[in-house]
């Protein structure tokens, strides 16, 4: 998984290096906030970050205003890191965009288990992500056999664009996930299968007349 | 839990309540080597955020002090340095409320408290190894 860590304190920043890539974490440092914000843009940029409070450029609560105002497809999951007592620095960094904070010094046991909840969301976001472009595939399917369709008044057959004329089951083939099997209606079997099968007896048993 | 020791070559009095070894060597994993690594970053950059306060202070910069007191309250609470996190937590509030008038004698306890914690670490950095990890939980 891809962090990036987002301090200009390089003592802090080291440590947290040292630390993160211990546990298995591939780690992106920059040292201000313009630089964090770029890296998170990026569309290869990680999806977790450690985003120091106070920094040099724009502060940690600007670079979750920003990544937050851009939207996009991957939601990262931001963590702003504050000093102890800076309670106010939370509650304004929260309501910028941040997910979660976490107090220096850091407590490695606290760090890890918060990482870890960012995880989890971002693989609950991702699975949804997932089901909402099935569903969203579904729905375009389903989209393609709603509205007028012109079909013939005697044969039935469907127009399908130009002056092209298909059977209704090849047309629906073509344009669903269905697929037909063949067989006979009880009406049909009466007012066309018994006449026919009457004629073909009777002219079988006229031609065998002398 | 074993009683906290301090280098042998300081006074107590100067690194009572200065730092929080159990905490610093729980936080580099008991590792020797490192915590020499981040002590050695830390004791080049603190005079540096000091001189930047100071020069805020000169200058009416809040915003300066604030932000320079931020930091170095950052970086000191790394090693559980709660004498210079108090005076550099003092500085920021003052930064923070943009009125530097009684900024006098909180700079000069932050001088005081980084002295004493320059020296304290650095003689923490200094203590021989006896192996490169310690238990930080021995």
Do not use: F, N
């Given at each position: 998984v891809k962090i990036l860590i987002a301090e200009d304190d390089?003592?802090?920043?080291?440590?947290?290096?040292?630390?993160?890539?211990?546990?298995?974490?591939?780690?992106?440092?920059?040292?201000?906030?313009?630089?964090?914000?770029?890296?998170?843009?990026?569309?290869?940029?990680?999806?977790?970050?450690?985003?120091?409070?106070?920094m040099p450029g724009i502060d940690g609560s600007e670079v979750c205003r920003r990544v937050r105002a851009g939207g996009g497809e991957r939601p990262a999951y931001l963590i702003l890191l504050t000093v102890?007592?800076?309670?106010?620095?939370?509650v304004e960094g929260l309501r910028a965009g941040a997910d979660d904070y976490i107090t220096k010094p850091f407590d490695l046991g606290e760090l890890e288990a918060r990482l870890q909840v960012g995880r989890r969301v971002l693989a609950l976001q991702r699975n949804l992500a997932l089901r909402v472009a099935e569903l969203e595939e579904a729905l375009g399917d389903v989209k393609r056999l709603r509205g007028l369709l012109p079909i013939c008044?005697?044969?039935?057959?469907?127009?399908?664009?130009?002056?092209?004329w298909e059977q209704v089951e090849a047309y629906l083939a073509a344009h669903s996930e269905a697929t037909f099997t063949h067989g006979i209606c009880p009406d049909?079997?009466?007012t066309i299968v018994r006449p026919e099968l009457a004629a073909h007896q009777a002219a079988s048993s006229g031609a065998s007349e002398p | 839990v074993e009683e906290r020791r301090v280098p042998s070559s300081l006074p107590v009095h100067l690194a009572e309540g200065c730092v929080d070894r159990q905490a610093i060597l729980g936080r580099v994993g008991g590792d020797r080597a490192f915590l020499r690594e981040l002590v050695g970053m830390f004791?080049?950059?603190l005079p540096g955020w000091v001189a930047r306060?100071?020069?805020?202070l000169g200058a009416g910069d809040a915003e300066e002090v604030r932000t320079a007191a931020h930091t170095l309250r950052g970086s000191a609470s790394l090693f559980g340095a709660g004498a210079a996190c108090d005076a550099a937590g003092r500085l920021e509030a003052l930064g923070r409320s943009t009125d530097l008038s009684e900024a006098g004698p909180a700079l000069v306890a932050l001088e005081e408290a980084a002295e004493?914690?320059?020296?304290?670490?650095a003689g923490l950095a200094s203590e021989t190894d006896g192996g490169t990890r310690e238990d930080p939980d021995r």
């Open positions: 390089r003592v802090s920043r080291r440590m947290l290096e040292t630390v993160l890539v211990e546990w298995g974490y591939e780690v992106v440092s920059v040292s201000d906030g313009l630089a964090a914000w770029q890296a998170l843009v990026r569309p290869d940029g990680p999806e977790l970050a450690l985003l120091d409070w106070v102890k007592g800076s309670r106010e620095d939370v008044m005697y044969c039935k057959k469907i127009r399908d664009g130009g002056s092209y049909c079997y009466d | 004791l080049e950059d306060i100071r020069a805020g004493r914690l320059a020296a304290t670490l």
